[in-house]
Structure formats: structure tokens, C-alpha cells
């Protein structure tokens, strides 16, 4: 039986944390990651891809899974020297982080696409699934507040998301196309997943990339969609407060939605069983199971339920006969 | 009683252990250390001046006191994640370390010059003394060994010296020019000082610099000079046996000879006593004294004596009435 190609569309932390379990219950080459670049930023000269690491950090079984981000164990050494040059330091890159940055950006200067430059990356942590990048060119979360327009990670880290989001603009990604395997993947993928991620600014920024939206609408594996809220709040993140912000509402129903147009199976928490029919009104199959991913096993658990809600989902066009599990 | 302006010509360890006697001896804010830029290299698309961070951390007293160079107590924890990438790491940056190459390059890809980016580092580690490189332009030394021509911190560092000495270019040097402020303080200075450092690939860097011999030749002040070479060795780098392939006498003589176009005073070693008749027969003054720095007491003694035997020596046009000491 030939494994399922899956295509995982993700953010950071909560997709990382998904992605974990999903490479124990799929053979970890068959699956792609195409990765949110709307958080890319530039700290001390030095090109940071804060989703990408956190992915492959994970993949790599190097992250520190308390936080869910940076390097297990990692020290703060250089970034204490550059406080003492007099520079801020509130996004926290340790010295193992820092070398991942410090080589990303030799290679870009270099004039590698970062699709490339994450590639080589992936190949040297031993991270077998592929890690895409949504595009090669520059596109840029910002956030209005009340203080004005910040930067995401500005808003994200420095602030702390204590703001109120008042609009999101992605910018650059009107001029931005599709990392060269985005389009590629998702065309000849077996299956789709949107891994339980900020619907806005992971998720969405990664659907306002032209062109990939239409390739999940019409691609014809089906699509498989976690919810990021559960009992109408995050676990993590401020993806809540931004989606009350945007006149969304503030549920497994509210992210249906925002997915409506290529969304086949949502998969909900039992905490948020009664919201079913409404996702099934939506023209969405409502799957219902323990979402909280506490440990390894529960990650596992999740990724297997969330393929096998797809078992017996068919666009029609599948190319292959497949079945999630090994 | 106004202090006299002391103009330090520096390469990298020896020199750096000279400086800190020296600070101990003249106000630091009146010592402007001129420093080879030869050495500069760079790593992982860093910009390295390794004379430069020598100098920098001793003064500010952040060196690692044991090697000469780096900051004390420093992890490696970015370099094993570069080599966990594939990349060399025999030139040992160590965390803290990284942070200044970091912050260093960030400024100069954004327009400074190098001295300018030397002063902001050394105003922000306390280092009062004024650290000025040799040049902005980019000068670096290749050394001819039989595997053929290396770059400086090739045979030096990942080869650790161990080649033959064919022959030095010092490439870039005939385009440079002395950074800014150079002429000017040898021009102001009430006395100068080559300090015991590498007569061809650190002071003979530093002398390839269009402009600075001839500054050196006609400045006002005395130059005295502190042999590096000790007993016909040296005490620590290459440059016995690269003065022996250059056909130089491997001796404070071989140095004198060297500089005797500008020099004044040669500060000899007990050891190399029976040589001072020769060195004055350049006419040259020689003064002996104890020249091993084996701790800092020793460090501020060489400097003192160095200054001391200075001390009647004028060429007629010393625009102050100096004396060594505070």
C-alpha cells in the first residue's frame, strides 16, 4: 500500500506541536509543511523565519517543547553581549537559534531563494518531511492598533499581544507568488491538512498568497481543516481576541467558515460538540475528538483521527487508494 | 602638567598585553591604539577583525586572559550549531564573540566605515582609550606557503602556522588609505609607540598603509619601539621563523633594521643586552630592560620604562613638554 502524500498547511507552535504526532502516523517524507513566512522579520542584520525553525526544530526533535520554540537547553549569551552594545533584545534568540539565523542569511546574501536555504536547513537537522516556505518573496504581517501600525512580531513578542488589533494587512503578498513546490505539493497531494493554527495570521496570511487558495479549492485531495479554538478561546495565542477584532466569530464554526470554500472535514474538541450541526450546515463534515495535545500521545492521537476522518472523504480525483497509517 | 598623547601602533596579543600596561601608566583617553586590519576575514558572512577584538576586550577587560583573544568565559554553543550545518569552525567564535562580528556587520552593511563602527564598540565596552583601525579600506595579508597562497587566518589559525613562509602580500594595501583619524593623531602625538608585535604581518601591515610610514618619518614626536623577538624567538606566533624566510635577522637588530627609517628608541630584553651596540650603530638608542609580560605589574612596568626611555628624547619639534607617567 502506498503511504498518502499529506500537505500540512501551518503556522508555529500549535502546527509544530501537530506535526509531531502527524509523523508517527504517516511516514515523515510523505509529508510536506508548507509554513506561514507572514512573521519573517529582520533582527540585528540577520534574516529570522520564526515558523520555519519552530517547525523544524520540532521536526528535529531540538526544540524546547516547554515554550515551544528556540533551541532546547540554548544559552543567551550573544544576545546579552548585544544588549551591551545597546541593543534590544525582547525577541529572545539563543545562541544555537542565532547560528540557525547567522547561516540563513549568509545563504540568502548568497542568492539562494529561501525555499533553497530551507531546504539545505531541513537536510542538516535530519528532518526527512519536506518544510516549504509559502513563498520566496518578502510578505509581512502587520497589525494596527490603537498605537498604530506594528509589526507582527513587534505586536507578537515585544508587546505581547497586549494590544487591540484593529486591522491585519499582509503585506507584499498581492506581489508575491507561491514558493516553486507549494502548488506542485498541494496539486499532488493525497491529502490536505490546515494544521490548528492563527486562522488570520498563519493560516490567512498563507491563503493571501495568490494562487493557493485556488489550488486547495481545486485540488482533489480532500481537506482537513483542526480547529485553533476550543470552547471559544486559544490555548495559545491571541488568535481569539483577533477573530472577535475581525467580526468573526469565536468558534470551531467561525474558522469553518473562513475555510468554507475548500474545506472538507473540520475536526473539532469534544468541549465543542454541540457546534457540529452548524459546521455540518456549512456543507463541512464535523468530526468531534480530544484536540489538546498534552503529550506525544495525545499528538499522535490527534493526527490519526484527523486522517481517518478523512478515510472515507473523496474529491473524486484522488489519485491513489490510500488510508491513513502505516 | 599636561599629559602626553601616546600613539600605540597594535597588532593583536602582544600588542593588546602592551595596551593594558600602557593604560596603567597614561590617562586611557590619552592613547590612540592604531590597529592592523590585515587579519580581517570573514566568517559565516561576518566581518571579523580579530586585531581589532583583541584589543577591544582587553582594554575593556572582557578578554579570555588565559589565550589572548576572545571574551572570557564564552560558550560555543552557535559554533556546534554551524558545524551541525556543515560549516568549518576552526576559527573559534565563541558566543559573545559572534555578537560583536554580528553587530559589527550589521553597521557596515549599512553605510559606516569601519572605524566609525570600531568607535561606537568602543564606547559601548567602556574602552576610553581610542581604538582606530590601520584603514577603512578592506587590506588583507596572504601568506606563500608551499600548498600555495593562503589567506592569513588559513595559515594561522586552521593551519596553526605550521606551513613554510614563502612570502606576505599585503593585498589592498596600495589602494588604501589610512582611516581618518590616523595622520591626524600621529600628527598630534607627543610620542609613539610600535608595540611588540609581528614586524611583517602586523606593524608591516599597519606600515603598507600609503601614508603612515611617511607620517612616522616626519611626526614630531620620538618613536620608540619594544622588540618582539626575545632571545632570537618569539614568545608566542610565527614571527621568527617568518623574519628568517623574509632574510631578516631574527633579532631586536632585524627589527630595528626594519624600522630604522623613523624609529628613535629600541627597547631590548635583558636577554638581548649584548645586542644594543648594534642597535645603535643604526642610530638608534637602545634601552634594555625586562620585556616578558608575565602579569600586569610587569605589563605597567615595560610601559612605564618604555615611555621612561623616552624620556629626554625629542626631535626638536614636540609641540608639548612631556613626561611619561600620570
Redesign the interface.
Known amino acids: 500500500m502506498t503511504s498518502p502524500r499529506v500537505v500540512a498547511l501551518s503556522g508555529g507552535v500549535g502546527a509544530a506541536r501537530f506535526l509531531q504526532g502527524l509523523v508517527r502516523v504517516v511516514p515523515p517524507e510523505c509529508i510536506t509543511a508548507i509554513v506561514n513566512t507572514g512573521d519573517d522579520s529582520e533582527f540585528?542584520?540577520?534574516h529570522v523565519s520564526p515558523d520555519i525553525d519552530i517547525v523544524l526544530y520540532t521536526l528535529a526533535g531540538l526544540v524546547d517543547s516547554e515554550q515551544g520554540w528556540g533551541?532546547v537547553d540554548?544559552?543567551f549569551?550573544?544576545?546579552?553581549?548585544?544588549e551591551?552594545?545597546?541593543?534590544e533584545s525582547w525577541f529572545r534568540l539563543?545562541?544555537?537559534d542565532?547560528?540557525?539565523q547567522?547561516?540563513r542569511?549568509?545563504l540568502l546574501?548568497?542568492g539562494q531563494t529561501l525555499s533553497q536555504v530551507t531546504d539545505?536547513?531541513r537536510n542538516?537537522?535530519n528532518v526527512t518531511s519536506l518544510v516549504v516556505p509559502m513563498s520566496d518573496q518578502p510578505v509581512r504581517t502587520w497589525i494596527r492598533t490603537p498605537e498604530g501600525w506594528l509589526p507582527f512580531q513587534e505586536y507578537f513578542v515585544k508587546r505581547r499581544t497586549a494590544d487591540d488589533v484593529l486591522d491585519i494587512e499582509v503585506r507584499g503578498a498581492a506581489e508575491a507568488c507561491p514558493a516553486p513546490e507549494v502548488i506542485e505539493a498541494l496539486d499532488a497531494a493525497d491529502r490536505v491538512v490546515i494544521c490548528p493554527s492563527n486562522p488570520l495570521v498563519s493560516i490567512g496570511t498563507i491563503l493571501a498568497v495568490p494562487g493557493i487558495r485556488d489550488a486547495l479549492r481545486r485540488c482533489g485531495a480532500p481537506v482537513v481543516a483542526i480547529s485553533p479554538i476550543v470552547g471559544g478561546a486559544t490555548l495559545k495565542g491571541p488568535a481569539d481576541r483577533m477573530m472577535r477584532a475581525a467580526g468573526m466569530e469565536v468558534s470551531a464554526v467561525g474558522v469553518a467558515r473562513a475555510y468554507a470554500d475548500f474545506l472538507d472535514v473540520m475536526v473539532l474538541d469534544e468541549q465543542d460538540r454541540t457546534l457540529a450541526p452548524r459546521v455540518e450546515s456549512l456543507g463541512i463534515r464535523a468530526v468531534v475528538t480530544d484536540t489538546i495535545m498534552r503529550d506525544l500521545h495525545a499528538k499522535e492521537r490527534l493526527a490519526w483521527a484527523t486522517l481517518a476522518a478523512l478515510g472515507s472523504c473523496s474529491r473524486g480525483r484522488s489519485p491513489h487508494q490510500v488510508h491513513p497509517g502505516r
Open positions: 540585528y542584520g540577520l533551541v540554548d544559552t549569551n550573544a544576545l546579552q553581549m548585544l551591551q552594545y545597546g541593543l539563543g545562541d544555537r542565532l547560528a540557525t547567522i547561516h542569511t549568509e546574501r548568497g539545505h536547513l542538516r537537522l
